[in-house]
């Protein structure tokens, strides 16, 4: 039995794409570049924002107006990331219900670490044990240094623990922090898109089917 769950926050906790849409096409409007679908943006997410700005505007990071554009997009969503974004269904009752199971929880995010902990203590308070998004001084994922950081204060190791994500970045980062892996497709990404990946790690279509997979009956 694992002790610890690491969950990802966009596309496996929460549904932010909304606002993080709506930031990104705010700050593309406001230097006069065309607006992104929302299954552009969806496409674009996993990265944390640095890397979904560039990926959303001509010559990414080599545009003059990069840094403006990632600046006004960061003023824009501190001020509305609670505006859209919702638990996916039935999160809350499963998350509880693994906690009663004695499994400790964290979060670990390339989200901005103020965002990430607001969004969670507004949703979640109380639930997890650890919350850890993106800061200077550790390497965003899949870059193992947020999981490691997690593992150390927890004191958990690495076999006791299971990543929980919903696209390849998550992957990657379990497979480079040395831990088990299970994947949803209800967010981020589609089952047609993680089969490009061949990824070799359990997949769940549900919320209920992540408590199911770990509280076994």
Same mark, same amino acid.
Do not use: W
């Given at each position: 039995?694992?002790?610890?769950?690491?969950?990802?926050?966009?596309?496996?906790?929460?549904?932010?794409?909304?606002?993080? $849409?709506?930031?990104?096409?705010? $700050?593309?409007?406001?230097?006069?570049? =065309?607006?992104?679908?929302?299954?552009?943006?969806?496409?674009?997410?996993?990265?944390?924002? $640095?890397?979904?700005?560039?990926?959303?505007?001509?010559? &990414?990071?080599?545009?003059?107006?990069?840094?403006?554009?990632?600046?006004?997009?960061?003023?824009?969503?501190?001020?509305?990331?609670?505006?859209?974004?919702?638990?996916?269904?039935?999160?809350?009752?499963?998350?509880?219900?693994?906690?009663? #199971?004695?499994? @400790?929880?964290?979060?670990?995010? /390339?989200?901005?670490?103020?965002?990430?902990? %607001?969004?969670?203590? #507004?949703?979640?308070? &109380?639930?997890?044990?650890?919350?850890?998004?993106? *800061?200077?001084?550790?390497?965003? @994922?899949? %870059?193992?240094?947020?999981?490691?950081?997690?593992?150390? =204060?927890?004191?958990?190791?690495?076999?006791? $623990?299971?990543?929980? &994500?919903?696209?390849?970045?998550?992957?990657?980062?379990?497979?480079?922090? /040395?831990?088990? *892996?299970?994947? *949803?497709?209800?967010?981020?990404?589609?089952? =047609?898109?993680?089969?490009?990946?061949?990824?070799?790690?359990?997949?769940?279509?549900?919320?209920?089917?992540? =408590?199911?997979?770990?509280?076994?009956?």
């Amino acid at each position: 039995m694992k002790k610890l769950l690491i969950f990802d926050l966009d596309g496996t906790v929460l549904n932010t794409l909304d606002d993080l $849409a709506n930031a990104v096409n705010h $700050a593309l409007t406001v230097f006069g570049y =065309e607006n992104k679908s929302k299954e552009f943006v969806r496409k674009a997410i996993g990265n944390g924002v $640095a890397v979904l700005i560039s990926r959303c505007i001509e010559n &990414g990071m080599d545009n003059p107006n990069y840094k403006d554009v990632l600046s006004t997009f960061r003023k824009h969503y501190f001020s509305h990331y609670l505006d859209n974004t919702i638990p996916y269904e039935n999160m809350l009752h499963t998350l509880t219900n693994l906690k009663k #199971h004695g499994y @400790k929880l964290a979060v670990v995010s /390339n989200k901005i670490h103020e965002v990430t902990s %607001n969004l969670i203590t #507004h949703y979640f308070p &109380g639930i997890f044990d650890m919350i850890q998004g993106d *800061v200077p001084t550790l390497n965003k @994922k899949p %870059n193992p240094d947020m999981v490691n950081r997690v593992l150390n =204060e927890l004191k958990i190791g690495n076999d006791e $623990a299971c990543y929980i &994500g919903d696209t390849n970045v998550d992957y990657e980062t379990a497979k480079n922090s /040395n831990i088990d *892996v299970l994947l *949803v497709t209800y967010g981020y990404r589609t089952k =047609e898109e993680m089969k490009e990946y061949h990824f070799d790690c359990p997949t769940v279509d549900s919320v209920l089917d992540i =408590e199911h997979y770990f509280i076994r009956k």
